[in-house]
């Protein structure tokens, strides 16, 4: 007998049809389902609703903060550390290690396994050290930039980071202004970087073009001019939004607008959709189609109670508030990414000083396809085996799939129909991030990967 602790559920019968069940305890006695006219086909595929969402319900429940292996820094901590991930590995470049800015602007350089939880020493950042910058990872490649260093002055220069080859290279400065805390990212070929701040809080926009190297200047961002926004980008859209200015709205210089901006029409559109408080300095990033702000100073550019999380769907316009970091208080300038179905939350300031603590919390959970829902969607994780590319997840006894891997330039290199194994042979592939796209009857999942010798 199948005992249900939850008192409401909402089945979905049909189209616009919703059965409504309340303070049911036992599967044995939902009236609905002693009925005469209502077949076993149809009575175990409610059971199975109610099951699977309970599942959901529970894992989602459950799903909390833990700590993992810190940052090996020198000192206690980093706040503005310059962070991104590359496939199942995190980057943590430059930052500040000092506490209220007594001002010890690093180069250091770290690299994190996400499958061993350990951080590699890398060699030093080989350009300026500095704090205050930005960093994002795209198409396979690291980019960090801007800031501000011992020199005393901002920064504008972006650097490429080959993590096949682990090499850095220098591209062309921003003809902008040198900035601190800007937003930066990167959609359709182009990074973007706006507003920040030298002497005085900015609102521009600029697009660099990878392929050619070369800057232009867009439309402003809406809104007034500040810094240390929020930001991510997600398919052909960037977001920016929040952050710290000098004009007064609602009586605060904090600030909880949210615009978007489309890179094919270069047009911004102001979505006023968060239903929290306004806030600054904090981390984010983006995450299999959904956007994730994390922690910051609130109103008054003071720590929020709670590490608030929150999760932005573009499909729905919608925000959603998850599980609040460890902590008594929020952190401020923290760094972050996601790696596969989990968010890390590294170091930044808090209450006792800045830290090197490393958090992580499952945002995603992997499912398989299934021939009863039709709607849902397959996932998959990748791991790499020597010559040879393990797919997990992979439901290949009930479903088809379709497998084609390219270049980071978007050539097609592999292709396979109807694949009967989850273990492929890449052998003839040489160092490099890669793409693979699988695809079944109704829906296509892409991942990255990376090679090496």
């Not at 149809?42 to 833990?66: D, P, V, Y």
């Not at 499909?315 to 208080?329: D, E, F, M, S, V």
């Amino acid at each position: 007998m199948l005992i249900l602790p939850l008192k409401l559920f909402f089945i979905k019968l049909t189209k616009g049809s919703y059965l409504i069940l309340k303070n049911i305890e036992k599967i044995d006695n939902i009236p609905f389902l002693k009925h005469d006219k209502i077949n076993k086909r149809i009575k175990m595929k409610i059971i199975k609703i109610i099951f699977l969402c309970l599942i959901t319900i529970f894992s989602f429940a459950q799903a909390k903060w833990e700590f993992v292996n810190p940052l090996p820094v020198i000192g206690s901590g980093v706040h503005h550390p310059l962070t991104f991930s590359i496939g199942d590995f995190g980057y943590s470049v430059t930052g500040n290690m000092s506490f209220k800015d007594t001002a010890l602007y690093t180069k250091f350089f770290y690299k994190y396994n996400a499958l061993t939880d350990e951080w590699i020493d890398m060699p030093d950042f080989p350009g300026l050290g500095r704090s205050y910058g930005v960093g994002l990872a795209y198409n396979g490649k690291g980019y960090v930039g801007f800031g501000i260093g011992a020199v005393g002055s901002a920064y504008k220069d972006v650097w490429e980071f080959d993590p096949v080859k682990e090499t850095w290279k220098r591209l062309a400065d921003c003809p902008c202004e040198e900035r601190i805390h800007p937003a930066f990212v990167a959609a359709n070929g182009k990074i973007f970087v706006g507003a920040g701040n030298n002497s005085a809080n900015l609102k521009d926009w600029w697009e660099y073009n990878i392929e050619t190297d070369k800057w232009t200047a867009k439309s402003e961002i809406p809104g007034p001019k500040r810094h240390h926004p929020f930001y991510f980008a997600i398919d052909s859209f960037a977001y920016v939004g929040f952050g710290h200015g000098d004009e007064r709205i609602n009586g605060d210089v904090i600030y909880r607008d949210f615009h978007k901006y489309n890179v094919f029409t270069e047009k911004w559109t102001s979505l006023d959709t968060f239903p929290g408080e306004q806030r600054v300095a904090g981390i984010q990033f983006d995450s299999k189609g959904k956007g994730y702000i994390l922690s910051g100073d609130g109103p008054r550019h003071l720590p929020m109670k709670t590490g608030e999380f929150w999760e932005y769907d573009p499909k729905l316009n919608q925000w959603k508030a998850l599980t609040p970091h460890i902590g008594t208080r929020s952190l401020w300038a923290p760094g972050g990414f996601a790696i596969g179905d989990y968010a890390y939350l590294i170091g930044g300031e808090g209450e006792l000083g800045i830290t090197n603590d490393v958090q992580r919390i499952r945002i995603h959970e992997s499912v398989t396809n299934t021939k009863d829902d039709e709607n849902q969607k397959f996932d998959f994780n990748v791991m790499i085996d020597k010559n040879f590319l393990l797919l997990e997840g992979l439901d290949l006894n009930t479903a088809t799939y379709n497998i084609m891997i390219s270049s980071s330039t978007g050539q097609s290199l592999i292709k396979l129909n109807k694949i009967n194994s989850n273990k492929l042979d890449i052998h003839n592939l040489s160092e490099g991030y890669y793409n693979i796209t699988l695809s079944d009857e109704k829906h296509v999942v892409s991942k990255g990967f990376i090679k090496m010798n």
